[in-house]
């Protein structure tokens, strides 16, 4: 979680976080879901949109702790997903 804040901060909004394995990462960036994807992929996170389990879902992932482990230490993603 520690790093998600250090390399993404503000950008994001992470949800559930004390949950399980699985987080919601709510990105405000401007970016829906799909335009999400595509980025995390072109830098080696596989992520999933949040839509697929909640039909209001705009702008969010869900990462599993897989997800995360990848992206680490990934300075890409910092500038993938910011402003």
Same mark, same amino acid.
């Given at each position: 979680?520690?790093?998600i804040?250090? $390399? !993404?901060g503000d950008n994001v909004l992470v949800i559930g976080e004390n949950?399980? *394995?699985? #987080? &919601? *990462?709510? &990105?405000?960036n401007?970016?829906?879901e799909e335009q !999400? #994807? #595509?980025?995390? *992929?072109q830098v080696g996170v596989k &992520? /999933?949109?949040l839509s697929a389990y =909640? =039909?209001?879902?705009k702008g969010a992932l869900v990462l599993g702790s897989y997800s995360v482990l990848a992206a680490y230490p990934n300075p890409k993603l910092k500038q993938? $997903?910011? /402003?």
């Open positions: 979680m520690q790093s804040k250090n $390399f !993404l949950s399980g *394995l699985h #987080i &919601v *990462l709510e &990105v405000k401007g970016m829906g !999400l #994807i #595509i980025k995390a *992929l &992520v /999933y949109p =909640y =039909y209001h879902s993938e $997903f910011s /402003y």
